[in-house]
């Protein structure tokens, strides 16, 4: 009566580990409930999962995959239990609901479908060494904007800026046996607006970082330049 499904049918169930707190979701089971689909590809030998204008290549085991066409790397890989192929709850929830909720008294899983439009903020790990040199940083990659142009190039120079700073790392002379480690995380995604934020080491340093995107004037803008916008908006309300 208020439109939600059940599985209450399928074949295969969520299992739940109660030690780890641990959720893991039957892939074709719940993505078709969400009205998605999910087909191998015997070309690729790939399990793809599409749903909403998104389509996640993945294989078993493997936490490398493709979304939309891009390199990823999921939170964690999926796995075949029982000749199911499961996935962890953050993986479906990173690429394709809002929320995925698990009532331990009711032993009821309740998924949050992703606001129409929204677009989709995966991660990518980039590695390298030289000499007594390393590190691993978290890209993030942009899915679903409207201008599909502006989406590659976005990525293109997120990616490039990534790696320019990954090989001045490399370069440097000083400090040997230093590791640069960034973590890359959503600070806020609407329609029109994203937020990145990287948080890590560098030689044991705390680092920081943060990139404000205009997706709507498709530029990259600051605090000051959002502080500006809000006060002129609200002078011209005022008058």
Not at 7 to 15: R, T, V
Not at 68 to 89: H, K, M, Q, R, S
Not at 189 to 194: H, L, N
Request: aromatic content about 6%.
């Amino acid at each position: 009566e208020d439109g939600s499904k059940t599985l209450a049918d399928m074949e295969n169930i969520p299992l739940y580990f109660d030690e780890t707190k641990k959720l893991l979701l039957p892939l074709r089971n719940v993505m078709e409930g969400l009205g998605g689909s999910v087909a191998w590809n015997a070309e690729t030998r790939m399990t793809e999962v599409s749903y909403r204008g998104r389509t996640l290549a993945l294989t078993a085991g493997e936490e490398q995959a493709v979304l939309n066409g891009y390199e990823v790397t999921l939170p964690e890989a999926a796995e075949i239990i029982n000749g199911c192929l499961y996935a962890d709850e953050a993986l479906i929830s990173a690429y394709f609901t809002d929320e995925v909720e698990f009532n331990a008294e009711t032993r009821q899983v309740t998924l949050q479908t992703k606001e129409s439009g929204v677009p989709v903020v995966a991660t990518k790990e980039i590695t390298g060494k030289a000499d007594d040199r390393e590190y691993a940083i978290e890209v993030p990659v942009i899915v679903g904007l409207n201008d599909s142009n502006y989406e590659k190039n976005l990525n293109a120079e997120i990616t490039q800026e990534m790696q320019d700073m990954a090989d001045a790392f490399l370069a440097e002379k000083d400090g040997e046996g230093s590791v640069l480690h960034l973590n890359a995380k959503t600070g806020m995604c609407t329609k029109d607006f994203v937020s990145l934020l990287w948080e890590g080491k560098n030689a044991g340093s705390t680092v920081k970082l943060a990139k404000n995107y205009d997706l709507l004037g498709q530029k990259m803008v600051t605090l000051a330049d959002m502080v500006k916008e809000t006060s002129l908006e609200a002078a011209k309300t005022a008058g």
